[in-house]
C-alpha cells in the first residue's frame, strides 16, 4: 500500500511533464499553427500578446508568446498571426 501511494505522485508528474521533452521540441518547426503545437505539446499558458495594425502596409499583426513547463524544464513558442516564428527551451 505504501508503495502504491508513492507510485500516484510520481505518475502525476510524469503525465504533466511527459510531452516536455527535446524529440517534442524538434517536432515543432516555424509556420505550425497554434493547434498543430497543441497536439503536440498539449495546450500551453499564454504569457503575452499584442495586435498592431499595420495599416496601408498589411493590415494586422498578431503576436502571442505561449509557455509549457514542468519542473524545471520549459517550452517557450512566440506565434505571430497564429503561427509558429521563433521558439526557445531550457532544462530539456
Known amino acids: 500500500m505504501k508503495k502504491l501511494l508513492l ?25 505550425m499553427s497554434m493547434s498543430e503545437v497543441e497536439t503536440i505539446l498539449g495546450k500551453g499558458d499564454s504569457q ?21 513547463q514542468s519542473g524545471l524544464k520549459v517550452i517557450s513558442i512566440t506565434f505571430s498571426n497564429g503561427k509558429v516564428a521563433a521558439k526557445a527551451q531550457t532544462g530539456l
Do not use: H, R
Open 7 to 31: 507510485l500516484v505522485p510520481l505518475i502525476f508528474l510524469l503525465a504533466c511533464g511527459g510531452k516536455l521533452n527535446k524529440e517534442n521540441y524538434d517536432k515543432v518547426q516555424n509556420g
Open 48 to 68: 503575452a500578446s499584442s495586435n498592431v495594425d499595420l495599416g496601408q502596409f498589411g493590415g494586422m499583426l498578431s503576436t502571442e508568446v505561449k509557455t509549457w
